[in-house]
């Protein structure tokens, strides 16, 4: 039988500070209202003055290796577009600080489709046998990155930190990631992106402008794609593995905004209440959204052993990506505070 990756644990992390909406309408054109309603976020967490990508990335990884009850790993798989620096990778420095030796850590940049970007590339080393386990982290410190004039970005995102334990087994096993859909268009590149600190900036010849280094997002554009995008790779996903809509008890889709997650739901024919939303807590955290969301179901009970899970995702790139798994039985600690 066929070499598969299998779900053997999981954590997150938010750092402590909570930034809620009102908060927000004391310095931008915006209210709790408008928040609330045209996304669904009710507050966010952004770290403090000295904490890093990194440093969320180890946190949750500590977590989840704990949840999987190991202590080390073949291969740590970072999926952040947000990471210390940009060369080199953030992985390595996340493999030492958790004391995992010299094992193969590399960066994933496919922003918030990026963790099932890395579940993949990590099913892809477990089946081919180049690793035998593998830590998967999705985290992202968006707040550093945001300008603080613009309220289209600055009430949406959130920081924090997700992370899977995968191991070799079986298909037939619960836990089990079942297939995948990737995608991506790079003609999209300018709906989200961070113009600067690249070479098409430093090759310009053009001195660096400092808002470059800020997030910009074309919300309304983005919106569309992420429906579109997350419905129809999902249906492919479901094509693929032999599930129907009927099939899925939960939908683990990107957190950016609750109105996408009801129209995802009604393209696919699910109840809106099969979609985990958790972004009222956390706002969109990114590459973190989807550990996070599925550790707080996990952790309130919402999703038990054998429950089937769709996972979706889009992001900047553009990019999406789409997995499914039955729930294992797994030991789950609650979302942490503490980096
Ligand atoms: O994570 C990667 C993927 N990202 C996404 O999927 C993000 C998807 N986009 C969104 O979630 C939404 O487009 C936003 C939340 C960013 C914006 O919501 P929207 O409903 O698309 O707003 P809009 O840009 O169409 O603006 C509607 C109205 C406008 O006012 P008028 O022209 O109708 O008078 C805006 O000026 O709402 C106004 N507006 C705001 N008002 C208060 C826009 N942003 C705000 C705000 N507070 N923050």
Known sequence: MTRTAILAGMGAVVPPRSVENEELARTLDTNDTWIRTRTGIRTRHWTD????????????????????????????????????????????????????????A????????????????????IASGVAGRVLVVGADVWSTRLDPQDRSTTIIFGDGAGAAVLRAGHADEPGALLGFDLGSDGAGRELAQVAGGGSRERGSGRPPSPEDAYMTMQGKEMFTQAVNKMAASS?????????????????????????????????LGLERSRMLVHLDKVGNTSAASIPLALTDAAVSEQIKAGDRVLMTAFGGGLSWASTAMRWPEIDVMEISTDI
């Not at 496919?110 to 590339?121: E, K, R, V």
């Open 235 to 267: 249906e492919l996903l479901l094509e693929r593995i032999g599930w129907s809509a009927a099939d899925v008890d939960w939908c683990a889709a990107h957190q950016a905004n609750v109105r996408i997650l009801h129209t995802v739901a009604d393209l």
């Open 106 to 125: 590399y960066d994933i940049s496919a922003a918030c489709s990026g963790f099932l970007y890395g579940l993949s590339a990590a099913a892809g080393a």
């Open 49 to 104: 003055t000295g904490t890093s990508t990194g440093d969320l990335a180890t946190a949750a990884g500590a977590r989840a290796l704990k949840s999987a009850g190991v202590d080390s790993v073949d291969l740590v798989i970072l999926a952040t577009s947000t990471g210390n620096q940009p060369m080199p990778a953030t992985a390595p420095e996340v493999a030492a600080a958790l004391g995992l030796g010299q094992v193969a």
